[in-house]
């Protein structure tokens, strides 16, 4: 599986600006705001801005990984370390480049007050309904605020009393002077700093002004001597303003914004707020729950950071937004796990298996290879003894056409050892099968069926004797539908109530002493991996489900 990634227009965009002399390397940023945790999309730009900076490393490019932190109502230091922890999980590291937007609150500061001088900001007195009911709409133009000619004298006055705390929230804001009439509504003088009387992660109770998005992004690309800012295709409409602030501020220097698609699957939902939404209500067990989307979840579930990788290499960059199949990631995931995770046994829906012509209490050394296609991962060696457990669809009492498992007078293979007969079965007053019957065929182990049998099939086993219990949690897709987003009645209206299904199993003995995030193939039955929290080797053993060995999901 490569990570060598495919060409796109950002990739051309780049290469040409560094063969005319335009830059003489490349500059990139993922500027994340910290008000929840990274989730799958995200990783696309991770990859992107990271990747660039990886490709042209023979340049001196790099990536910086920049917060957006300018909301201290939404904000927390515990989203600050899970997304510096998510990046290098990723595979990324952004060495020295590490930075925050509060550390240039003082130069946006500046900058306002450049924007005063040249009579190009106005402090508004107007409340916030006053001001959005005169933006106008697509069709009609704004009306001008009252205060948008006041002398920049004044202005600078205002805007200094705001910083030093005399107003209230919402008593003033500092409006750009741009165009009313400007049929793109970013323009139509945009609120650029707003009162807050809140405390912030990084710098404390230094500021209550804080800066708007579309006015920090600008600067903070410009003060880290961004060459490229990828941004996703929402932001095509705010580039006008990006120009704008980039023009008539005192920068060191002109970033180019340049917009690609942003990733969207099914049966997923993407918003920050929909995910903290879940989050809140209990929905799901936590941002890192293994069924959401988030790179922690994702980890947790045993998702790979190299099929992530892959995956996005995959699905590649473009201008054109659009939705991308969940499937494709489990097949990435599925793909990536097949050849490098080894092969343990587990019995999810036990049922007993009695080998009635083996001696009690005796049991016997099996060896088996820990991946079929990679004798580099060794072998095994595992007690069969006489009962075991194997899974209940195994057997069938009456057996199906294109059935090979377990039947009456039908013979299996217990993997790795003996051919076994099934010789009768127990029924409990319910009519539900407790307990099948067989015998062994000596001298079958590692070798074929005698003349005569029929053997079609070998089934997975762990000793009863010398197997141990563990919790299984059985992960599928979260939301019933391909696209929650839409669903009447809202999103939440659609989670899958089987999205997980916890059983009791028990699996071989050696996954008694794995650590949390061991990841292997419960043979016949899906990838699987130790659970990042709860786990714990030899005292109680949890693996969650990563993925089923095909698509099931219809």
Not at 84 to 109: P, Q
Not at 114 to 129: C, F, P, S, W
Not at 314 to 343: C, M, Q, S, W
Not at 511 to 538: I, M, N, T, W
């Amino acid at each position: 599986m490569s990570d060598t990634p495919k060409t796109d227009f950002i990739r051309e965009i780049i290469a040409a600006d560094l063969a005319s002399g335009k830059h003489a390397t490349t500059i990139t940023r993922f500027p994340p705001e910290p008000n929840g945790y990274l989730h799958i999309g995200h990783a696309k730009a991770i990859c992107l801005n990271f990747g660039i900076a990886r490709e042209n490393a023979a340049s001196g490019a790099r990536c910086h990984l920049r917060f957006d932190d300018t909301n201290p109502a939404k904000e927390e230091t515990e989203y600050v370390e899970s997304i510096k922890s998510d990046v290098k999980w990723l595979g990324f590291d952004w060495g020295e480049n590490l930075f925050f937007a509060s550390d240039y609150f003082e130069f946006f500061y500046e900058c306002a007050v450049a924007l005063i001088n040249k009579g190009l900001a106005y402090v508004d007195r107007q409340t916030a309904e006053q001001i959005k009911e005169t933006r106008g709409n697509l069709t009609v133009p704004g009306k001008e605020s009252p205060y948008r000619d006041t002398p920049p004298e004044e202005n600078l006055d205002l805007f200094t009393r705001m910083r030093a705390g005399e107003f209230k929230e919402g008593e003033a804001v500092l409006r750009a002077k741009i165009d009313m009439a400007s049929p793109n509504m970013n323009l139509r003088d945009p609120v650029i700093y707003r009162i807050m009387h809140a405390h912030h992660h990084n710098t404390g109770d230094a500021w209550c002004i804080y800066p708007m998005y579309d006015y920090a992004h600008p600067l903070e690309d410009a003060v880290e001597k961004i060459t490229h800012s990828l941004c996703t295709l929402e932001f095509e409409i705010h580039r006008p303003l990006y120009d704008w602030v980039i023009e008539h501020c005192p920068v060191p220097a002109k970033p180019r914004q340049i917009e690609f698609a942003r990733l969207n699957l099914t049966y997923t939902v993407m918003s920050k707020r929909k995910l903290l939404q879940l989050v809140k209500e209990g929905l799901v067990e936590g941002w890192d729950d293994p069924r959401m989307p988030t790179l922690s979840g994702l980890r947790r579930r045993g998702y790979p950071a190299a099929a992530i990788r892959h995956f996005c290499q995959r699905i590649g960059i473009t201008k054109y937004n659009g939705t991308t199949d969940v499937a494709l990631l489990e097949f990435d995931v599925r793909d990536h796990l097949n050849t490098v995770v080894p092969r343990r046994m587990a019995v999810l829906d036990p049922l007993k298996l009695v080998i009635e012509n083996w001696p009690a209490g005796e049991s016997e050394e099996v060896e088996i290879d820990n991946h079929p296609k990679d004798p580099a991962m060794g072998t095994r060696t595992l007690k069969l003894s006489r009962e075991v457990w194997i899974e209940r669809d195994d057997f069938q009492e009456e057996p199906e056409k294109k059935y090979f498992r377990l039947g009456p007078g039908r013979y299996v293979r217990l993997r790795g050892g003996y051919i076994v007969h099934c010789t009768g079965f127990n029924k409990d007053a319910e009519g539900r099968i407790t307990e099948v019957h067989c015998e062994y065929l000596p001298g079958t182990k590692g070798a074929d069926a005698p003349e005569g049998v029929k053997c079609k099939a070998a089934i997975h086993w762990v000793s009863v004797e010398h197997g141990v219990d563990a919790e299984v949690r059985l992960y599928d897709r979260l939301f019933t539908e391909a696209d929650p987003d839409d669903a009447e009645g809202g999103f939440v209206t659609v989670i899958n109530p089987d999205s997980l299904t916890k059983v009791r199993a028990y699996v071989e003995p050696e996954l008694a002493g794995v650590e949390p995030e061991f990841s292997c193939q419960f043979e016949r039955l899906g990838y699987f991996v130790a659970d990042q929290k709860d786990h714990r080797p030899g005292v109680h053993l949890v693996f969650n489900r990563t993925v089923a060995l095909r698509d099931s999901w219809k």
